[in-house]
């Protein structure tokens, strides 16, 4: 089985003269905030000894647009989310300002998400399409709609620079099993799993792409190919669709489980939210 997925790695992969790895860049936003971009993998990970943040793989235009707020193109959508977050709607006249003062009381939340709470595996997206439901009466956002994604990418920011700390145990453990497995399954007809291309090739390119480990730490990312915020369902979704499989819905709860687990794998690196990619 192994000699069969490497074969059609292989075939997909073109490995470039001298790309084997990350670069050695540093990423230090607006001259102040140091970003843990490499770090000791967490015990968990029994293939990888190191993790990095998909910013070392980068090309050094790309890498520049997420050294400067002024230059990042995802915060426009952050301030369209400030003014979200003001903004009344629903059947209770309430906007998220009228019971929180500001999205700075969410600091730390974001690099724990996604985690069980009443029972269930919760996301962000989760998170603030049940408030709108319940607090406002309001109706749900779309998964990736760009309101929704504007609105994680604000939360997420007032995390920017804190270390991903999900929790993998407890209630935790059955969702974190489900999403690690799913990791290791090969999907289509290139019977391509996650790890075959980000754990057992990163630092190759592939097409154009210098592919990296697939961590989660910058999401919602700023895409400058679609020239909008990209969730992190939406990015598992399209990997999977470029192996030719069918695949699994944006908010489903296969692609909660495959969230955390993921998000696993990038823990102890900073949160980079809102970061920039091709
Ligand atoms: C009617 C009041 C009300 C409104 C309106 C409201 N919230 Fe909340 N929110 C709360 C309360 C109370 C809590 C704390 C209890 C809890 O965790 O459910 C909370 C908790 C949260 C948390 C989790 C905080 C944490 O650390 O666990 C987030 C995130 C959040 N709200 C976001 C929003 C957003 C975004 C909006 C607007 C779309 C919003 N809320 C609108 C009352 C409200
Ligand atoms: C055929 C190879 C391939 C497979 C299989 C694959 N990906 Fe990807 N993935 C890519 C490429 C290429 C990119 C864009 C370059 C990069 O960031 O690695 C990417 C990007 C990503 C990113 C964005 C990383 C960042 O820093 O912005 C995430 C997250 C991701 N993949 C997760 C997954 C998950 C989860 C799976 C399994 C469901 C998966 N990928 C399967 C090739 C693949």
């Not at 915060?75 to 400030?82: G, L």
């Not at 998964?143 to 804190?162: E, F, N, P, T, Y």
């Not at 630092?203 to 792409?209: K, L, N, P, S, W």
Request: net charge negative; charged share 20%; glycine share 8%.
């Amino acid at each position: 089985m192994k000699k069969v997925a490497i074969a059609a790695t292989a075939a997909f992969l073109v490995s470039g003269p001298a790309l084997a790895g990350p670069d050695e860049d540093n990423l230090i936003i607006n001259d102040e905030q140091q970003m843990v971009t490499e770090t000791a993998a967490p015990a968990h990970l029994e293939n990888v000894k190191t993790i990095y943040s998909g910013w070392r793989f980068r090309t050094d235009e790309t890498q520049a647009l997420q050294l400067d707020d002024f230059d990042n193109p995802a915060m426009i959508f952050v301030d369209q989310a400030m003014d979200l977050f003001n903004t009344v709607d629903g059947s209770e006249g309430k906007s998220c300002a009228s019971c929180h003062e500001g999205p700075e009381q969410f600091a730390g939340l974001s690099a724990t998400m996604p985690k069980v709470m009443n029972g269930k595996l919760t996301t962000m997206e989760d998170f603030i399409n049940g408030h709108r439901a319940e607090a406002m009466g309001a109706e749900p956002w779309k998964w990736s709609g760009a309101d929704m994604q504007a609105m994680v990418a604000l939360i997420g920011l007032q995390s920017r620079g804190m270390p991903m700390n999900v929790a993998i145990d407890g209630e935790a453990a059955p969702y974190w099993e489900q999403g690690k497995e799913m990791y290791y399954t090969r999907y289509g007809q290139l019977e391509l799993s996650c790890a075959n291309c980000h754990e057992d090739n990163y630092g190759m390119m592939i097409r154009a792409d210098h592919l990296s480990q697939g961590q989660i730490n910058g999401f919602p990312t700023y895409r400058l190919k679609q020239a909008k915020l990209i969730s992190r369902h939406n990015r598992f979704r399209g990997c999977i669709r470029d192996t030719r499989a069918h695949t699994f819905a944006e908010g489903s709860d296969e692609f909660r489980a495959l969230e955390l687990y993921v998000a696993s794998r990038s823990n102890g690196l900073s949160v980079e939210t809102p970061a920039v990619r091709q």
